[in-house]
């Protein structure tokens, strides 16, 4: 079992950064293909990023890509979410996911879950 806990969402303006948290029970955390998915409001929850459990290869969605950057520290048992350049259309609720293998970018596929955090960018 992996239990995830976000944090680091808020209300930023469009242009701004911000870096979410991902932290994450269990010891086989390393283990673990660790990913950010987002839903916004009257939309269905989409792929955001996956990586890997050897931290080297990653997946981006195309419309994050070059502005969104995820990092884990398996010492900390914590993934992170680096998000910079935030346009509006970033506006959602960002969840947290894990799973064994390789990654997906379909919702179904994953495993273990976080209760999301909210961040709202402004025009």
């Known amino acids: 079992q992996v239990q995830l806990v976000e944090s680091g969402g808020g209300l930023v303006q469009a242009g701004d950064s911000l870096r979410l948290s991902c932290a994450a029970s269990?010891?086989?955390?390393?283990?673990?293909?660790m990913g950010w998915f987002r839903q916004a409001p009257g939309k269905e929850r989409e792929f955001v990023v996956a990586?890997?459990?050897?931290?080297?290869?990653?997946r981006y969605a195309d419309s994050v890509k070059g502005r969104f950057t995820i990092s884990r520290d398996n010492a900390k048992n914590t993934m992170y979410l680096q998000m910079n350049s935030l346009k509006p259309e970033d506006t959602a609720v960002y969840y947290c996911?894990?799973?064994?293998?390789?990654?997906?970018?379909?919702?179904?596929?994953?495993?273990?879950w976080g209760q999301g955090t909210q961040v709202t960018v402004s025009s």
């Open positions: 990586q890997y459990w050897d931290g080297e290869s990653t």
């Open positions: 996911t894990a799973k064994r293998g390789y990654y997906s970018d379909q919702v179904g596929s994953w495993n273990y």
């Open positions: 269990g010891r086989t955390f390393s283990s673990y293909t």
